[in-house]
């Protein structure tokens, strides 16, 4: 089956403790990317990446690093989490994105974090 | 700054009527539009997309994309209480990410 799987669906940390969420799609997509979901703010992006070793900062990378060294895996890493941190994250994959080619993204089941 | 923009809603509908969600967008280059759906809680769930102006039809969702207009729609027919959700709307243009709005909740009573 297609997917894009997350791990940990759910985790409440304490601040300053590093964590990692882990993402893995099989579907052999190009394009990675990490979203979080805050009341009113809508999906808000973090960093993306168009294939392996390449990655870049979207709309709010500060306090997250991510890396890609495997085609199928794309992990988000807090190195000292804060409160602000804590809200719903997604993962998503899609194709290489290229052409005129529609490339939906498919989303993973999301994380949600608290950090207290 | 591309920008796509969505009434928050809620849009409210009685059961079998039609809901009619807009979504606008800024950036004239954008040349796929997306529709997902998201339950509270849940992860984006993919619609329909469409990338020619005019209707694109899938069951009882219409998509209906205007570029000239810089705006695309979502219709849902027959309206049923299981469609009560966000829905997202997105853009891209080619080599770019995905520009989410921030999503219309749709209630729909039975």
């Known amino acids: 089956e297609a997917q894009v799987t997350q791990n940990p669906r759910y985790l409440i940390t304490v601040t300053g403790k590093k964590l990692t969420v882990t993402c893995s799609q099989n579907m052999n997509h190009e394009y990675m990317s990490w979203y979080r979901q805050d009341p009113g703010l809508g999906l808000r992006q973090i960093y993306y990446?168009?294939?392996?070793?390449?990655?870049d900062k979207g709309d709010v990378p500060e306090g997250y690093k991510v890396s890609r060294k495997e085609k199928r895996n794309f992990p988000l890493i807090l190195e000292s989490p804060s409160p602000n941190q804590t809200s719903l994250y997604f993962c998503a994959s899609s194709w290489r994105i290229s052409g005129t080619v529609p490339s939906p993204a498919f989303f993973g089941q999301g994380t949600r974090l608290t950090v207290v | 700054q591309k920008e796509v923009e969505q009434n928050s809603g809620p849009l409210s509908v009685p059961e079998g009527a039609i809901a009619s969600l807009n979504c606008t967008y800024s950036?004239?280059?954008?040349?796929?539009f997306f529709w997902y759906r998201q339950y509270s809680g849940k992860s984006p769930e993919l619609i329909m997309f469409?990338?020619?102006?005019g209707d694109k039809e899938d069951g009882r969702f219409t998509a209906q994309l205007n570029k000239a207009s810089q705006y695309v729609s979502l219709l849902i027919r027959d309206s049923q209480p299981s469609d009560s959700a966000t829905y997202l709307c997105?853009?891209?243009?080619?080599?770019?990410?995905?520009?989410f709005g921030k999503g219309t909740t749709l209630s729909v009573s039975s």
């Open positions: 997105a853009v891209n243009q080619a080599g770019t990410a995905l520009i």
């Open positions: 950036d004239r280059g954008s040349q796929s």
């Open positions: 469409i990338y020619s102006n």
């Open positions: 990446s168009m294939n392996v070793e390449v990655t």
